[in-house]
């Protein structure tokens, strides 16, 4: 799927990431997993682009993503 905001160098920008965890499939978020468990500061843009969200508590998508990037930053 073609996401907005994705750059075509490898730098991911947060409304990039944003854009995958909102409307991306399986294969954007597998690419995303991979992208997260190579680059930390990715890892930190997945975290902030979540906890925006995680306070609606019907943002499964972005409390998947939280837990998940926590986990590759501990």
């Known amino acids: 799927m073609k996401h907005r905001h994705v750059q075509t160098r490898n730098e991911l920008r947060s409304v990039a990431i944003d854009d995958i965890i909102d409307r991306g499939g399986l294969v954007d978020?597998?690419?995303?997993?991979?992208?997260?468990e190579a680059d930390p500061g990715v890892a930190q843009k997945v975290l902030r682009v979540c906890e925006a969200?995680?306070?609606?508590?019907y943002a499964q998508?972005?409390?998947?993503?939280?837990?998940?990037?926590?986990?590759v930053l501990a």
Do not use: I
Request: contains cysteine; positive net charge.
């Open 29 to 36: 978020w597998l690419d995303l997993r991979d992208k997260t």
């Open 53 to 57: 969200h995680c306070a609606d508590p």
């Open 61 to 71: 998508r972005y409390h998947f993503w939280r837990h998940y990037a926590r986990k």
